[in-house]
């Protein structure tokens, strides 16, 4: 399998990983009662959905990969 392959390849998985979830529509950023915006809990949200659709594509990329051994 040469490089273009693998890059088509992963490209290829992770757009079907994406496309296997749903993903958030909203994201909350919450403020304090001092007027001080928490930005915490929209970046766990946004590393969540990315590191799910990356895992998935992964998995997929990896066992494609070792099933054409």
């Not at 496309?19 to 915490?40: C, L, M, Q, S």
């Not at 946004?46 to 990896?62: F, G, H, N, P, S």
């Amino acid at each position: 399998m040469g490089r273009e392959q693998i890059a088509e390849l992963v490209q290829s998985k992770l757009n079907e990983a994406y496309k296997a979830y749903e993903h958030p529509k909203k994201f909350f950023i919450t403020e304090n009662g001092r007027g001080v915006t928490d930005g915490g809990e929209l970046y766990n949200a946004v590393l969540e959905d990315v590191m799910r659709v990356v895992q998935k594509a992964t998995t997929e990329i990896l066992q494609e990969v070792l099933a054409n051994k």
